[in-house]
């Protein structure tokens, strides 16, 4: 396949399943490199940092520099950067999430806001920080989110995420919240601008067509499956490669 300069990778069930590394695919991310493509990293996280997953992949066995990670905290910090730009900011995120908003102005009273920023929620979010962050929304102040995940699961069972806050409170508010995380197709731009590339000149690969695959192709990038993590669980989908793992893409890109 010829014409793709870079290549966007998902994290989980791509790279490692539950941080145990897929045989293979370390490999095959050195070999890319060395074939002069560009390789980064797409994921929804906001608690984490892009150094602290930086980290933890080199622990692994991958070297993906910090700056070719792209975590739904990155994106939206760069959203807001260039959309909203010099606009006050009330955040309503994870602490490891602040240190992504470089560029952006923070505010402490949601009442001096332009924009509310909603990340991962945790305990912090009272019912008096929820209210206070309504109340600016019903000024007409936009909403942007950082995902809107529906749980994810812990050690002890499933949690709730951001997706019922960013729902609720846009339902309450009547306003239409700006998700910046997968599905949204605005953190698939932000990655190929990451790697310089253009999406047209980009590969997504991922273990989910429809939240990893689908909103890259609506932008123009090709798209790889890989039957690892919950790729196996598929059946035939449309992509332009289908493959076993990682570790079978540096040959099929010929
Ligand atoms: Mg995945």
Known sequence: MTGVRGIVL??????????????????A????????IEVGVLTNTTGKTRAAIAERLAGIGYELPV??????????????????AGKRVYALVERGAVGELD????????G??????????????????????????????????????????TADGP???AGMFVVGLSYAAATEPVVVGKPSTEIYRSACRLLEVDPAEAMMVGDDPESDLAPAAGIGMRT???RTGKGSSFGQVD??????????????LG
Request: contains cysteine.
């Open 10 to 27: 998902d994290m989980e069930g791509v790279l490692h399943v539950d941080w145990s590394p897929i045989p293979g695919s370390a490999a």
């Open 239 to 252: 992509v332009d490669l289908d493959l076993v793992d990682l570790a079978a893409l540096p040959a099929a």
């Open 67 to 84: 700056e070719r990670i792209t975590t739904a905290a990155s994106a939206a910090a760069e959203y807001l950067r260039s959309r909203q």
């Open 112 to 153: 001096s806001a332009e924009v509310v920023l909603l990340g991962g929620p945790d305990e912090s979010w009272t019912y008096r920080r929820l209210n206070a962050v309504f109340r600016t929304l019903l000024g007409g102040v936009p909403l942007v989110a950082m995902q809107r995940n529906r749980w994810w699961p």
């Open 224 to 226: 790889c499956l890989v």
């Open 159 to 161: 949690a709730l995420d």
């Open 103 to 110: 560029g952006v102005e923070l505010v402490d009273d949601p």
């Open 29 to 36: 991310v050195a070999e890319l490199a060395a074939e002069g």
